[in-house]
């Protein structure tokens, strides 16, 4: 408790003086704050002892109007010093900071009708404009006391007024707003919100003395619902006949087996849930289709593809602003929507279904776009190449099998490693490059690979059990690389030159186009023969998928079991 006690202390001093954050910051310990961390759980203090300190020092000042305005206008600038920082000591005393201010805050409120830091809530409130048609959700007091209550003014409280958005009310807004709901507030609580969430800017609208935030894409007098065989506007027009309502395409190809691309059925139900019903019918044309060649001449786009020929202007400015949408020079649409990167190209050959798919005479892997894909890739007996990530948890459980693997094996195995990033800078250092564990696996990533090309690959491995013989359970490793090159008797300046050279980031530029023409974004991916691909981070899970297409080799007779220690599987980092 004393410890405990030490960190409160230290923040209500902080806030009552102007002695500096580091200064207290520095000298706590490990064991001062982990003592504390068990206590503190998702910006909540749930344990009775530290609620019961922390409300009996606010309620030693709960009646003194002016300590707990100074409290309270001086919680922001504690935090702005260790807002940011990864620091765990840092992370605990932040959300120390978030319970101080709700509860501060509320008794503020409960003593003035308001807070020392101005929310400009007027004596009426925020007003809501709701159109009495809207059946949707957001439409709902439940829903907008949720985002005005919990989002805006999680503690505050605040009245939320009702107000029907007539038809004569929204003719007035919607020269200026998009959609409904629609909140107005004054100019005081506007500059609160600007002050409190910075961007919000961007989404508020100046009118007359008031300001107003669109909560919703609801339109007063639209057909929003567009597939509910209802005339929603009563103009005697239902659903794709009335002209409020737009028509969406998604042009497809059935024949594309890449599933996390192409599956139709998930694309089309996920924009359904994101109110795309609101204002579309969503018609799907697949290319292989007789529609398809009565309409289209020519492919022009990769599949899936998205396309409309018009878009409310609340949906145009919401994509716009999310680069999700781009305008087409074309006479059928205006618009292609980009939710996802779309990579099926229908006028490529597709390489394994026994057909000349783009006309040129050539099927499958005689068709020279194909040979990349793996299955016409050259067979290499004996050869088992793996794709890998260096800061990789599950590559370092499965690179700790290998010796017992090529034992197994009587060392029968041609063994590659590759590695998978992306090059994103002009350069060849390590941060040119975009690794899913950071700048530090990029430089592991060209050590390993100076390393290879210098000592071949078994003095890699052998690097490799001692690099990762510290590595904790994330897969990061001790910034030190000299102890594990030391015991190779690797020369670890000539080592650490490479890494710092273009020389060396070029060949891992062209190492990671290997594992992207074979579209591997897991680590580790094994590959057998130059051509089967498969998974796993055990020793005898590694074994039998090697011995499947090798089963001439010495060592894959034999159906022993290797004692790994390890429980097998195949869990990998990335996808």
């Known amino acids: 408790m004393k410890k405990l006690l030490f960190i409160f202390t230290i923040i209500f001093t902080l806030i009552f003086s102007n002695i500096t954050f580091a200064a207290y910051t520095d000298n706590l310990e490990d064991k001062d704050y982990l003592s504390a961390q068990l ?118 409280k605040a009245d939320i007024s009702i107000v029907s958005l007539t038809e004569e009310k929204w003719g007035i807004f919607k020269e200026n707003l998009s959609g409904s709901p629609i909140l107005s507030f004054s100019k005081e609580f506007a500059n609160f919100l600007i002050k409190t969430y910075p961007g919000v800017e961007n989404y508020l609208q100046k009118m007359w003395d008031n300001f107003y935030l669109v909560l919703g894409a609801w339109i007063p007098g639209a057909e929003n619902l567009c597939n509910d065989e209802i005339d929603n506007n009563w103009d005697g027009n239902i659903d794709a006949d009335d002209e409020t309502c737009n028509i969406i395409t998604i042009l497809y190809d059935s ?216 590595a904790n359970n994330y897969g990061q490793v001790n910034d030190d690389s000299s102890i594990a090159l030391e015991s190779i008797e690797a020369d670890v300046e000539e080592i650490n030159t490479c890494v710092t050279g273009w020389e060396w980031g070029k060949l891992l530029a062209e190492d990671i186009k290997i594992g992207q023409e074979l579209k591997i974004g897991a680590s580790p991916t094994w590959m057998a023969n130059n051509r089967y691909e498969f998974s796993g981070i055990d020793a005898n899970k590694i074994k039998v998928e090697f011995c499947k297409y090798n089963e001439e080799i010495e060592g894959c007779e034999s159906r022993d079991v290797i004692d790994t220690g390890s429980s097998g599987g195949g869990a990998s980092c990335g996808q």
């Open 255 to 470: 024949r594309c087996n890449e599933w996390w691309v192409c599956d139709i059925e998930t694309l089309t139900t996920n924009l359904k849930q994101q109110t795309f019903d609101l204002w579309f019918i969503v018609n799907t044309i697949d290319y292989t289709t007789e529609e398809w060649k009565t309409i289209y001449k020519e492919v022009w786009w990769n599949l899936p593809t998205i396309l409309s020929v018009d878009l409310p202007i609340v949906l145009k400015d919401q994509l716009d602003n999310a680069n999700y949408l781009e305008e087409l020079d074309s006479k059928q649409y205006t618009y292609m929507i980009t939710f996802f990167p779309s990579t099926w190209n229908p006028i490529w050959e597709i390489c394994d279904n026994k057909i000349d798919d783009n006309n040129n005479g050539q099927i499958d892997c005689e068709d020279t776009s194909c040979s990349s894909e793996a299955q016409c890739r050259e067979e290499k007996k004996g050869q088992l190449d793996v794709f890998i990530m260096s800061y990789c948890p599950f590559w370092e459980i499965a690179m700790k099998q290998i010796p017992l693997l090529q034992e197994s094996l009587d060392n029968n195995i041609e063994l590659g490693i590759h590695y998978i990033a992306t090059k994103i800078g002009d350069g060849y250092r390590a941060e040119d490059f975009q690794s899913l564990h950071g700048v530090p696996e990029s430089e592991e990533n060209i050590r390993q690979l100076c390393v290879q090309e210098y000592y071949g690959t078994q003095k890699l491995i052998d690097y490799m059990q001692v690099r990762y013989e510290n």
């Open 39 to 156: 206590i503190v759980s998702e910006k909540k203090i749930n344990s009775d002892s530290t609620i019961k300190y922390v409300d009996g020092k606010i309620e030693e000042m709960s009646d003194n109007l002016k300590k707990l305005s100074k409290l309270y206008s001086k919680i922001p600038l504690v935090r702005e010093k260790i807002e940011g920082s990864s620091n765990k000591t840092y992370i605990m005393l932040g959300h120390i900071l978030d319970y101080i201010e709700a509860k501060v805050g509320l008794i503020i409120y409960d003593l003035t009708g308001n807070t020392d830091v101005d929310n400009g809530i007027s004596e009426e409130g925020i007003v809501a404009y709701v159109d009495d048609n809207c059946i949707e959700e957001i439409c709902t007091k439940t829903y907008i006391d949720n985002i005005v209550g919990q989002q805006l003014l999680w503690w505050k």
